[in-house]
């Protein structure tokens, strides 16, 4: 099959809620996925949650029937969110965030030698205090070396610490931090950038990639009806100011990552261009349909190959984790809503590339 589900992880008793996730190739040949698990009775962002791990032996057709607990619950809240990189040769690195309270968010990294069988103790890779909003697979390693992560900063209301959302502002601020030194020491980038139009949600969950002269090209979501964009020229210590992208979209995250196989960016996100003339989205997708993707060979200067991955109206994708298996890419997002809350459940989905590069609609 050219696009298939090859992995479904719906909630269910004791297990409220499963979203989030990122995959790594590990050196046996197995790819490894580690997503948000949450237990008990509430799926809320708040609620208990662990870090989970399934694998697969076969390019992501099949995996394994149990997970396992890869980081347990050490948060106040959870810990959720995780990223995956190859640090070098021998060492992983897996990157989470955990939660605390709604002043207290910051991403952690541990290692592994032996290929995520055992792990390291937890180190904490945004210095300052408070609530940092980093999203799952978002932290990139650049060709020189550096690591960078994109976070979304919501400031407090309130002085005290607090569980309650009114202590909290919805609306975040765009900053980077990066590493030289495989995630030793993390420093902030020189600047950092809020949303210049009227908006409730400032830039939050941003992601960003490395172009092929060796800029960043970053995003946001935005609640203006689009992704905003930003661009550096330094490795990511300054950015230029942020403007509206030609992605439009709900207030729902945007993924892109370069394709190994052919050199091309593709881009992951709730489609709401129009393109597609679809049924009106439903309450219970909270606007995150259709999920679309698209091709730029020309380095994000524009996006072909339109292709739908998703349109049911009453459910909502959202979250996307990209990865490539030589003549594929695994896909894992959200994909609740019928009956359930849109972050309820998770699923992967396996596209080949001749799919992706095969004709569609029409560019933007």
Known sequence: MPSEIT???????????????AF????????????????????NDNAPATLSALHSRDGGLTWSQRSRVVVANEGGFNVMSPSLLRLNAQRIGLFYLKKNHLHDCRLFLRTSDDEGRTWSGAARCIPAPGYFVVNNDRVVRLESGRLVIPAAYHRPRIEAETTKLAGWDWRAITLFYHSDDNGEIWRESADWWGLPVENQSGMQEPGLVELK??????????????????SSRDQ????????????LSPCSALSIKRIPATGDLLAVWNDHGGRWRLEKPFESSWGRTPLAAAISDDEGKSWKKAKLLESDSHRGFCYTAIHFDRDAVLLAYSCGGVGSGVLQDLCVRRVTLDWLYGPSRKSS
């Not at 719906?10 to 809620?17: D, M, Q």
């Not at 790594?24 to 799926?43: C, H, K, P």
Request: no cysteine; hydrophobic share 30%; charged share 25%.
């Open 236 to 247: 990511g210590m300054t950015w230029s100011p942020p403007k509206a992208s030609r992605f």
């Open 24 to 43: 790594l190739d590990l050196a046996d040949g197995r790819i490894l996925f580690v997503y948000t698990r949450y237990y008990g009775d509430s799926w």
């Open 7 to 21: 992995l479904q992880l719906a909630h269910k008793r004791n297990n409220p809620r499963n979203s989030e996730g």
């Open 213 to 230: 002269d060796g800029s960043l090209y970053a995003w946001a979501r935005t609640d203006t009806g689009r992704q905003w964009e930003m």
